[in-house]
């Protein structure tokens, strides 16, 4: 009885060591293209989605949580150093409430960004397809619309701005 035990443990240890385990790889590096999403707009009926971007523009997709202090520096910094970014459509979405999603547009001067667009994603689209830890977190897509790179986590603006110049 005592070999039968000890052999079982044996077996379920061996399983156990040599057993693989997957390595799930995150959407947006199997399809490296601009996800289809839907963001709800700050007056709650209009929808912005990937149909509306402009064409041959880099994109600039900004997922942040209002609460999120690494989220609004980063924001705050977008406003002060605009320039770097005149030429890059910046797509904000968060998850928060609609409210909290204004508050942070208005304590923010996001309206000073002519090329921003903020807005809910109410569908959770963004955050599963990226398959994010951290906020913020920046993908960035050339006018192709194709990714070049992601940060996750707050990262200086220079550096975002020679990863589209690349």
Known sequence: MKKIALFTTFIVIAVTIFAQTTQVEPPY???????????????????????????????????????????QHEASEL???????????????????????QQFYVTYQLSQLDNLVMGKDYQYILPSFFMMKNFPFLALYNNKKELITVFEGAYPLGKIREAFDQ
């Open 79 to 101: 406003v002060k150093n605009k320039e770097l970014f005149k030429d890059v459509q910046i797509i904000m979405s968060g998850t928060a409430s609609l409210s909290q999603l």
């Open 29 to 71: 590096k199997r399809f490296p293209t601009i996800p289809p999403f839907r963001l709800l707009m700050q007056d709650s009926t209009s929808i912005f989605t990937k149909d509306d971007l402009k064409k041959n523009k880099k994109t600039l997709i900004f997922l942040f949580h209002p609460d999120c202090d690494h989220c």
